[in-house]
């Protein structure tokens, strides 16, 4: 079993002497793999960087989000306060105008029944004069509620228009995945760069595919290989096939099946 060197570089160290027996597996010859090792410390630190930028980027996120909730809740009280305000300025006011219509037929009613007791001689002049100044005095006021009345509903429904605006436009909360999706993204890329790289700095090592011999090690420490060069040849313990070279005077005695004794 023939190894050759998969590309071309230098071997860094040979790890086993002539004639000696190795296991499958075993550690046979390293190349050279500085330049491949360069490349991989500065990987992995494009990957630690890219690792921190993610964690970084959940903190602040973390923090935009609580001081976003926090602003959120302060207008969302803000616009909730304003309608509530509003509406209550505006149902008091309904109160008060039928409070004071209600106050107005009570003296309609009373001016009727002291005008009736006037003519009568039961009542005097002045008690119907100072009903009908009240009652006059309400009419005025219910006339001012009217208007009063249209301000305040007109600024309670603009209230409530800009209520539901907001909660129609309130600020959703962005996901988090989607923030740091590119980021997490480039650290995958990077990490199968690094686990490439690692691949790459293993077949530098050129392990034996078999139990055997080392029967042959054309190389040294130090030496310039190219790629295809043979390094080392490990010979199985036990083979069914052996290669035989023979003189070709001897070809014509040599057929399929020949019996023949190896020494």
């Known amino acids: 079993v023939m190894l050759a060197s998969p590309e071309p570089g230098c071997v860094r160290a040979v790890h086993v002497r002539l004639f000696e027996s190795v296991r499958a597996g075993q550690m046979l010859i390293s190349l050279d793999d500085a330049e491949e090792r360069i490349l991989l410390a500065q990987v992995e630190h494009d990957v630690e960087r890219l690792r921190a930028e993610i964690a970084a980027t959940v903190l602040r996120t973390g923090f935009g989000a609580a001081r976003s909730a926090i ?5 969302t009280r803000q616009f909730a306060t304003d309608r509530e305000s509003t509406r209550i300025d505006y149902l008091s006011q309904l109160v008060l105008d039928a409070k004071d219509r209600v106050q107005a037929r009570w003296l309609t009613s009373e001016a009727e029944i002291v005008r009736d007791l006037l003519g009568s001689g ?8 100072e009903i009908e100044a009240a009652l006059e005095s309400l ?10 009345l249209a301000r305040k509903q007109a600024a309670f429904e603009e209230s409530d228009r800009r209520w539901g605006e907001y909660l129609m436009h309130e600020p959703v909360e962005t996901e988090l995945d989607t923030i740091i999706a590119p980021t997490r993204l480039a650290a995958d890329v990077r ?9 790459r700095i293993d077949l530098h090592v050129l392990r ?10 054309a190389v040294s420490g130090g030496d310039a290989v190219v790629t295809g060069t043979p390094l080392v040849v490990i010979t199985p ?5 052996l290669v035989a070279y023979l003189p070709e005077t001897n070809l014509h005695a040599i057929q399929p ?6 020494r």
């Open 71 to 75: 602003e959120v809740y302060d207008v």
């Open 122 to 129: 039961h009542a005097s002049t002045r008690e119907l004069t």
């Open 139 to 148: 009419r005025v006021a219910i006339e001012q509620n009217a208007a009063v």
């Open 191 to 199: 990490q199968r760069d690094v686990e490439g790289l690692v691949r």
């Open 208 to 217: 034996a595919p078999v139990d055997g011999e080392v029967s042959l090690l």
């Open 237 to 241: 313990p036990r083979t069914q096939r």
């Open 257 to 262: 099946g020949t019996s023949v004794n190896v």
